[in-house]
């Protein structure tokens, strides 16, 4: 199959991109990125599989950007600002590269795809899809977090079938090794404090190729499900040679 990973140079693209290597089922990569996406130190031989895609303008798609996203069978969606940036920039830049670009990523790619196509969008499980409610942490942000998982579904059921989403739910994703104390102050607080879920890096990470290549359990995951799902799923990935 051939999957596209939009925000292929992020943190959980990178570990994606890494597994998907090593996934016999998975026979051709699109990195696609606002910058060039190199394979991961510790690929193996299958990199060869791996292609950057850079795009320029995540709101107008080039003709030439959008050749190389033709034929795809599934997308899995990284693109957005994370909560630890998002004090970084103007909000409405937030909106934009977390709303628009991803609406515009589904409205460009997957009438460009197999049918059906899959697109998995990594979400978070802070957020809030009532737009008429007034959340108490990070309220724009979680606001605007739910009208993506909106959009997105809204689009899957639109499509009479031609394309199946799926949203993943992370609350923390933790690197291999992270404990809560290494994890830094701010998820030690949110695991103790406000009960916030987490979720492996490397089974969010198998479960999506999962779901991209084997088909959609539901269309949205939490961390218990990703654990469960995505423990089987790395367990069975051939090491990297
Ligand atoms: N990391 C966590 O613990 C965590 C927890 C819960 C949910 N999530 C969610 O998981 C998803 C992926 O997170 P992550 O930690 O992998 O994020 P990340 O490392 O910040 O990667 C984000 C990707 O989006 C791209 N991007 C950001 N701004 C852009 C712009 N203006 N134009 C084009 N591309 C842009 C980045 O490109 P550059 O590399 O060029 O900046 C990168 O490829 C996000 O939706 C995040 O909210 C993450």
Redesign the pocket.
Known sequence: MKLIIA???????TEIIRQAISNPAVTSIIAL???ETTPPPNAGADASKLKSVVCND?SNYSEDVKKELAGADACIW??????S?VKTMPFEEVRK?CLD?TVTGLETICPLGSKPFRFLY????NTTRDQTKKPLFMPDYSLVRGEVENRVLAYAKESNGAVVSCLAK????KRPGQTAISGGIFPAIARAVLGVPSVELIHISATLIDQAVNGIEKDALLCDDMTRIGSKAFANLKPSS
Not at 7 to 13: D, H, L
Not at 122 to 125: L, N, Q, T, V, Y
Not at 170 to 173: A, D, F, H, N, R
């Open positions: 925000g292929s140079t992020g943190f959980v693209a990125s606002r910058r995540f990284t693109i957005a600002v994370g909560i940036k590269i670009y990594i979400s978070g499980s992370p609350g923390l994703i």
